[in-house]
């Protein structure tokens, strides 16, 4: 799906394959566009859940959300109902399943036909590997999994029918796959711990990014700027900050007074947009939306983000506050590397990000940690204030460095 960070994981990766030599045949859904460099098949669900979800996508692509789109939609949900309750008492499981019986249908003829070197899943959605599985037993081609988020939410029991397909489906790999790799140490340290079996199949590879399609130069102002990227989420929230930034403004008000948080994509969430409204702090969050294509400078809405991010004072990365928060590092991270300014962090239950925000030349701490937050905006201030804002002596983590390893274990598991 456009923009998704799970589609632009892979659909980086691709110009380093073809230039490895790769020939790849990819097999998607419907939902972004078909790229012309290479053979893509896109494929409709073949549940009727999963069909609405994509038939949304499908006609919002060709036609935007105009009446056509709400006529559609409507015939759609309307004659489908019968048929989506029926899936969901039979199955349990998200819509997306059903993608897979697709995948393996055609995925099937393609390894028949033309002998491909290996089946390589990845996601995103489970439904990927869950076609990847099916494909490795019925032809028994090597299959290379990659996982982006964790299968199984960290210290809980799976407790509806989905949540324990994911946890079998994670078992599937562990003990199938021929390579299987996760993007953070404990991530594949948990799915180590529940499946022994996966021994040293299962490795760690950080996805990376690719290089910016536009920069800008950086020049300090009167103001420290922090700027978030990103969509924000009740679990993904500012609100720690906010609570944060209103006790900085009494302990040091002249501080505050020239320290602003820019957020540009998604909006502030609903918790975080409460407390700005009651402690009164509407002019530092600002809510800068999106940024769409510009007909006059003809830079696209990434590009001018990308220049944004080179312009911040510094790139404010929040994780979350749920225990999976300990799996996984935000994409955005990766890019935030690449804009050359300092990364500011509020992290939860996640050493191995600390680390890389830190080694990168930023600033980490734990954002359960109020005090440990409202020393972290001081330092940030009198840094930036003294242009004493450190630079990364590491150079930024790409999308090539994740396809070197790939390559590398796969020609040794060859």
């Not at 896109?42 to 009727?48: A, E």
């Not at 409507?74 to 019968?82: E, N, T, V, W």
């Not at 982006?148 to 078992?171: I, K, Q, S, Y």
């Amino acid at each position: 799906m456009d923009g998704r960070a799970a589609s632009l994981t892979i659909t980086d990766k691709m110009p380093h394959l073809i230039e490895a030599g790769i020939e790849p045949i990819v097999l998607s859904a419907v939902t972004g566009s078909k790229d012309a460099r290479f053979r893509h098949i896109q494929l409709l669900p073949w549940g009727p859940a999963g069909f609405r979800f994509d038939l949304r996508h499908l006609v919002a692509l060709r036609w935007g959300r105009d009446w056509r789109y709400r006529l559609v939609t409507a015939l759609a949900s309307l004659l489908l109902a019968p048929l989506i309750l029926l899936e969901r008492l039979v199955f349990g499981l998200q819509s997306q399943w059903s993608w897979m019986p697709a995948a393996v249908f055609r995925g099937w003829n393609i390894i028949r036909c033309e002998k491909p070197a290996l089946v390589y899943s990845t996601g995103g959605a489970y439904s990927a590997h869950w076609a990847g599985f099916w494909l490795k037993r019925l032809t028994g081609v090597r299959w290379i999994a990659e996982i982006h988020d964790p299968m199984v939410f960290p210290g809980t029991v799976p407790a509806t029918r989905n949540l324990r397909f994911w946890a079998r489906l994670e078992g599937m790999i562990c003990r199938h796959a021929d390579l299987a790799w996760w993007f953070t140490d404990q991530a594949l340290a948990s799915a180590k711990r529940r499946h022994p079996e996966l021994g040293d199949r299962g490795l760690v590879i950080l996805p990376g990014a690719e290089p910016p399609l536009a920069t800008a130069p950086y020049a300090k102002g009167e103001s420290l700027i922090l700027g978030h990227f990103g969509s924000l989420s009740s679990v993904r929230t500012m609100r720690p900050l906010v609570d944060a930034f209103s006790e900085f403004r009494k302990t040091r008000p002249e501080m505050a007074a020239r320290l602003f948080v820019h957020c540009y994509g998604g909006a502030i969430d609903a918790p975080a947009r409460q407390a700005i409204r009651e402690q009164g702090l509407e002019a530092h969050f600002v809510d800068q939306g999106r940024l769409e294509w510009d007909p006059v400078t003809r830079l696209s809405g990434r590009e001018k983000i990308q220049q944004r991010m080179h312009r911040m004072d510094g790139l404010l990365l929040l994780h979350g506050n749920t225990a999976d928060c300990a799996e996984y590092i935000p994409s955005k991270f990766y890019d935030y590397l690449w804009a050359g300014r300092p990364v500011v962090g509020l992290v939860h239950l996640n050493e191995q990000l600390m680390r890389l925000i830190e080694a990168h030349g930023g600033y980490a701490v734990e954002v359960d940690r109020q005090e440990a937050v409202l020393a972290l905006l001081e330092r940030v201030f009198r840094d930036w204030e003294s242009d004493r804002m450190r630079g990364s002596a590491l150079p930024p983590i790409g999308t090539g460095q994740a396809v070197d390893a790939i390559l590398a274990h796969t020609r040794w598991t060859a």
